[in-house]
């Protein structure tokens, strides 16, 4: 369990964030019926922390060295640029809500534990209130701010207490939605952002707990819907307005803003101006969101103001019209999803291009993983563990017309060569044939720690002791992780190799990933090595030879 998170924990948050939201996108979308039932609100959130977590992976190390405050507030800058809806507006808010607490003058700037979090909630809070034009009881609103209040109440300091209160106050808010707000209680559905919202505490908690993934909070029954409500809902479309206008603003200031405000309040409803925090130059980017009839006197409102790009019109009866079968149109040819163990692996998989889950998913959220892929054939890489669960959700979505194919994966080793020649231009199945070669042709080997004493190939192992294996055969036991690293290394090579990958675990000690550097570059210079931060459970480091 964590105490405090620092900035390679907030990337491992953000990653987490991206997959539950993925991963439940369609289920958020469908219980989206306020203020508009466009159907959009989980694809607006999930686009919405893309944005966000592409920010940090290009602008921050994967290491601990920059401070969480940095990273949580570039990771709100990102969500802010790319924020699409209301929901992503809303979501740019809290964000920046927990990044201020993290970068004041009280700040040490290194950890974030759980007073830092209680005085972000409690901000977020304030700054999501302030960016709603007309704030409703029963939305994202009030999840929010029962969850900011029991993060008040807690007595504990411990940042696993305050992120269990506030995540658990959260769901009860949300299951208390449909008694606040008519709009749901005729749908039969609670909110869709505050659905959205109990996510990222949840997605929160898990990286505080240090699980490998997400646990809902929230009971399935607060979930469902009645059929026939949500068909009316969603026909009915905004009858006010037409469209949904969003646009980044920058070049004004307070004054301007705030006549902004009251200009776009005449011209439409759902108003939201939302701005970054000022920077060090005292310049500060704005967010505009609106439902409106009138496009060009919005634009028009915002070329007063200051500089309005990056604009985006949204007509709802078009997305009204849009049934179940058309939001779920195949967007793209070919994708990969990666059902893996550890963050950080997660995490690496991402940075390529690959959607994740969890190896231990349910069948509903691998379901709903591989249609948030939107692709029309989707190669899935299983860890043994998974393999059995990969294949019963392929059969039950290929009757959506989606080509599902299982590649079984005996280590994260094999499934990163499978990834390194994915390539989504070629035809699926060629492609197909190429990381299947790709993971078959890779040696694996991985070092763990004795948890007992016990038998091996290689002798009798005591508790402590470090285990290499080579496939699935233990060929080494030995009491020091550093050289056992460089004997299992140079066990795997005498056969050959031209690349060897290491993957370190929950269990590496300091240092081991760069002695084996140092090692080969010495002992083997013909071979090149590289190594990442994968926080594989129970696993000291898993190696790959290709």
């Not at 939605?177 to 908690?205: C, H, I, M, N, W």
């Not at 390194?420 to 190429?434: E, G, K, T, W, Y």
């Not at 290689?458 to 285990?467: E, F, H, S, V, Y």
């Not at 290394?489 to 002695?515: F, I, K, Y």
């Amino acid at each position: 369990m964590l105490q405090s998170l620092d900035g390679a924990a907030v990337r491992r948050w953000a990653v987490t964030c991206c997959d539950a939201l993925a991963a439940h996108r369609d289920e958020i979308d469908a219980l989206n019926v306020f203020p508009v039932a466009d159907q959009d609100t989980g694809s607006n959130l999930l686009a919405t922390m893309r944005a966000g977590l592409d920010a940090v992976l290009r602008d921050h190390n994967a290491d601990g060295s920059v401070p969480p405050g940095s990273t949580v507030a570039v990771l709100a800058r990102g969500a802010l640029k790319g924020a699409r809806g209301n929901s992503g507006v809303i979501l740019s808010q809290v964000l920046r809500g927990l990044a201020e607490p993290l970068i004041g003058p009280e700040f040490d700037g290194r950890a974030w534990d759980g007073a830092a979090l209680r005085k972000g909630l409690c901000r977020a809070d304030e700054l999501a209130t302030a960016a709603v034009s007309e704030p409703v009881s029963g939305t994202v609103l009030t999840v929010l701010h029962a969850a900011a209040r029991a993060a008040v109440a807690v007595r504990s300091e411990e940042l696993s207490a305050v992120a269990s209160a506030a995540t658990a106050a959260a769901a009860g808010a949300l299951a208390d939605t449909p008694r606040q707000l008519a709009a749901l209680a005729v749908a039969g559905v609670v909110d869709a952002g505050g659905r959205g919202l109990t996510l990222l505490l949840e997605a929160l908690l898990a990286v505080v707990n240090e699980r490998p993934g997400v646990r809902s909070t929230v009971a399935a029954a607060t979930l469902l819907r009645p059929g026939q409500a949500l068909e009316v809902a969603r026909e009915n479309g905004c009858t006010e307005h037409e469209y949904e206008v969003m646009y980044l603003l920058d070049g004004t200031d307070q004054a301007n803003i705030a006549t902004l405000r009251t200009e776009l309040a005449n011209l439409g409803d759902c108003v939201a101006v939302v701005g970054s925090g000022e920077t060090g130059d005292g310049a500060q980017l704005w967010n505009v969101h609106v439902h409106s009839s009138d496009v060009g006197a919005v634009i028009e409102a915002g070329v007063r103001a200051g500089r309005p790009h990056r604009i985006t019109v949204l007509r709802f009866a078009d997305q009204a019209r849009a049934d179940h079968t058309d939001r779920n149109r195949f967007v793209i040819d070919h994708a990969v999803l990666a059902m893996v163990s550890g963050s950080g692996v997660a995490e690496l998989f991402r940075g390529e291009g690959v959607t994740t889950t969890q190896a231990d998913s349910s069948l509903d959220e691998l379901r709903a993983a591989l249609a948030g892929t939107r692709a029309r054939h989707v190669t899935v890489l299983a860890e043994p563990t998974a393999a059995t669960s990969a294949e019963l959700a392929a059969v039950q979505v290929r009757a959506t017309g989606q080509e599902v194919v299982v590649v079984p994966t005996a280590s994260p080793v094999q499934a990163l060569a499978a990834i390194a020649v994915h390539d989504s231009a070629r035809r699926p199945a060629d492609d197909l044939v190429a990381m299947t070669e790709a993971a078959a042709a890779t040696r694996r080997g991985e070092l763990t720690v004795a948890r007992g004493e016990a038998l091996t190939w290689a002798g009798r192992c005591q508790p402590g002791d470090t285990l290499g294996m080579v496939g699935d055969e233990v060929v080494l036991i030995d009491r020091d992780p550093l050289v056992a690293a460089r004997e299992l290394v140079e066990r795997m090579l005498s056969v050959g190799g031209e690349l060897v990958t290491v993957l370190l675990g929950q269990d590496a000690p300091d240092g081991v990933g760069d002695s084996l550097i140092e090692y080969l570059r010495i002992a083997h210079p013909e071979v090149e090595v590289v190594v990442y931060a994968g926080r594989v459970p129970q696993r000291v480091l898993l190696v790959g030879v290709e």
